[in-house]
């Protein structure tokens, strides 16, 4: 790719790597001579550490901080695209060399030299070490292997390894629930109904029914099936907690359950509190009432627990209710990509933690294996005009699924009751902007420009285009605040009256400032109010403050300049 200007290596440069985070950096060095291995915690070597113990990534060399502006590497120190990769790994113990790769690109109007270092994902159970010390990303910043990282990684399913498929020994068709086994029999034969061999499940003996489900091999019961469908005085031989824990937080209620899941499941869904709710919509009088939360959602989540938690940990799935939402935990980190890749792409799972798990899950119609699970939950919560599922909660070892049962922002929730052609992409966005979550520029710039959205980042807040009833109307205009120009004049028409103080400026424009700004912000945005008006003026009108006076502070006395 030698053929592209400058500017056009700019473009392609911020379409593919458009932020620095845990996936991409950017680097201006100029110089490699010290720059590959010989500042620990800021040379490539220690940017490759922290890449690879995430998932992997880019460093793109030659290019300005912040702007993707292109300066080129002017002096390569004897470094060549082939040798440096001999390099790196010689200073990055357990970096795998497959996908560890220099792509070069060079302009064809200024002749500069731009380097991708395509970094690969660590291997299972590896943390890579640069300088003798593990690195990882934090946001676009680097910084030393966190504990929580670093066990997520040493705890990590090896290729091959699925805990769940393990036979256990001395298990028999007596550890089993004659209850779940009948469901699961049941629901087998619902889900499989247009089969050719639909007909014979009812003559399986139950042995053969459980290798058909992979809940057995070869007559032998797994792990798998005494998670489902075992008794729970069976499933001490698991060598696993095997259980799951309600908590009502408001009221310090604890109940735990135990296998066969597949019917512990629904009975953990009874204990959540469910009644209805109401949403007002903007144009009509009658409310919409629905329940708190869909059970489907509800158990969705839990088997997604089931399915996916990393039971190498030893850990409970965890459910804890308070008065607005429900909270799923479950040990490991998220598996494979990311949770709103499944809600609006057609994403489907390239792997499972737990595949025999999962599929004996599939068979007997617990969870969906093609990745619909988490898309329907998103679109079911969509459908209810609540605040979409998150997973912000989350961390290296744990996944933190949250589910809201009362609205976090009317406008919201209002713009889902009157377009409901949104794409879900777009629903995911302002979902972020109601919680107060970042999101990307030219995110944040298409709801702008279909009006969805107003404000500056980071204080976006929904538009008004959905504030249609006064109460609504006035905690917009009071988030939305007024333009600068308004509080400019504010100051110089005080000003004009004679001298004041800094104070004296800034007690009369705070209290009309947005509503959304923190107090800190508040303050901040007075002094640039009095610095864009002594810089720049308003309308010809400049200020400054008065030589009598201190130079600075509340104190200082301001004028007109003249």
Known sequence: MNDMTASQLQAFLRQHYPKENE??????????RSNVSGRKGEDLVSYVSALANMDGGCLVIGVRDRTLEITGIRDFADYTPENVVHRILGKTPNLPSMGLRVEVLRTSDTAATVWLVHVPRHSPRQPVYAHDKAWQRDGDS???????????????????????AVPVPGATLDDLDSQALQLARKQFAAKNSQERWASDIGQWTDTEFLDRARLGANGILTRAALLLL???????????????VWRLLDERAVRHFHPPFLLASSELLRQVRNPNIKLFPATSLLAVELPKYETRVILEALHN?????????????????????????????????????????????GSYRNPWLANAMRSIGMIDSAGFGIREMFQEQRKRFLPLPDYEKSTPSHVVLTIYGQQ????????????????IEQVVWLDRVQKKERI???QAA???RKGLITGRKPNLIVSAAVATFTKTENQYVLNKGMDDDYYKRAIVSRLKLGPASGDQLRQLV??????????????????????ALRLRGLEGTFIEVSPSGPARGSGAIWRIKI
């Open 23 to 32: 996936r991409f950096e950017w680097k201006e060095w100029a110089s490699l």
């Open 142 to 164: 680097l910084t030393e292997l966190r504990t929580d990282r670093h066990q997520a990684i040493l705890s990590e399913a090896l290729s091959g390894q699925d805990w769940s």
């Open 230 to 244: 075992g008794k729970p005085e069976s499933t001490h031989k698991l060598q696993h907690p095997a259980e799951m």
């Open 305 to 349: 627990c089931i399915a996916h938690q990393d039971y190498e940990r030893g850990e409970r799935v965890v459910v804890e209710e308070s008065i607005n939402r429900l909270e799923f935990q479950s040990a490991g980190a998220f598996f494979d990509g990311e949770a709103t890749d499944y809600a609006v792409t057609s994403k489907v799972p």
């Open 408 to 423: 976090l922002d009317e406008n919201y929730s209002r713009m889902l009751m009157e377009s409901t052609d949104l794409p």
């Open 440 to 442: 990307a520029d030219e």
């Open 446 to 448: 298409l709801l702008r």
């Open 510 to 531: 705070i209290d009309k400032l947005p509503a959304v700004l923190t107090p800190k912000e508040k303050e901040t945005k007075v002094k640039n109010l009095r610095t």
